[in-house]
């Protein structure tokens, strides 16, 4: 069936340090795949997407890279900062039996990220 | 303001004491959702809705009822409270595209104790 696995957590790192979240996904077609954030005390906006294989999201400095081959979006940036500390979220919107019945965003558990100045 | 609306923030109320999660966008979107967040769990969707008067359940609707008579408005109602519903809720709002590309909206989570 349907399902996305996400790199658990928590993850802890210095101010400066690359940061890779990875996220694969099994499902049906090709999923439009999307990474939404969560920062304390808030609900969950969204960070980047790609709705088509080899696309490439990015939002403030974080990139993630459609790959159908392995059907995973990894998250990454090369320098992360106190402020990116926050609770991030893989959700590929995958199909059920019928386009307007059962589809939906399927998230991941999260992954918690605390960065250390 | 675009945004997403729920209330209240925080409730502790009662096992089997009635209660309604009020959500409201003002985005004339037409598809709205309700997920609840716990440890370990992620976010799992509860039911969800299309448009005026189309709701259909989620991966957890037990427990849960909801209706959709404005398309503004997605309340969540627990008709008899169990301790096992203690959570954090969300709300979310987007319109409808083909391949599911359209972003989520989320409001800013009701968190509900049920003793």
């Known amino acids: 069936g349907n399902s996305v696995t996400q790199m658990e957590g928590p993850v802890t790192l210095s101010e400066e340090a690359f940061l890779t979240i990875n996220c694969t996904y099994t499902?049906?077609?090709?999923?439009?795949l999307f990474w939404y954030v969560q920062y304390p005390g808030e609900g969950l906006q969204l960070l980047l997407k790609?709705?088509?294989?080899?696309d490439k999201g990015s939002n403030k400095g974080f990139e993630a890279t459609y790959r159908k081959e392995t059907t995973s979006f990894h998250l990454e940036k090369g320098s992360v900062q106190v402020s990116d500390s926050a609770v991030y979220f893989c959700?590929?919107?995958?199909?059920?039996?019928?386009?307007?019945?059962?589809?939906?965003?399927?998230f991941g558990e999260g992954t918690q990220l605390t960065v250390n100045p | 303001e675009a945004q997403v609306t729920q209330n209240p923030r925080y409730l502790i109320t009662v096992t089997g004491k009635k209660l309604t999660v009020t959500c409201s966008q003002n985005?004339?979107?037409?598809?709205m959702s309700w997920y609840r967040q716990d440890p370990g769990l992620g976010l799992r969707q509860i039911y969800y809705?299309?448009?005026?008067?189309?709701?259909d359940k989620g991966d957890v609707p037990e427990g849960y009822k909801v209706s959709r008579k404005e398309k503004r408005n997605f309340p969540l109602i627990l008709e008899s409270p169990s301790p096992n519903q203690t959570s954090l809720y969300f709300c979310?709002?987007?319109?409808?595209?083909?391949?599911?590309?359209?972003?989520?909206?989320f409001g800013p989570g009701t968190r509900l104790l049920v003793l």
């Open positions: 979310a709002s987007s319109l409808i595209a083909a391949g599911g590309r359209e972003t989520q909206y």
């Open positions: 499902a049906t077609g090709y999923p439009s």
């Open positions: 790609a709705t088509k294989a080899d």
């Open positions: 959700a590929p919107f995958l199909w059920g039996r019928e386009e307007t019945s059962g589809s939906r965003l399927t």
């Open positions: 985005m004339n979107h037409e598809y």
């Open positions: 809705s299309m448009n005026v008067e189309v709701t």
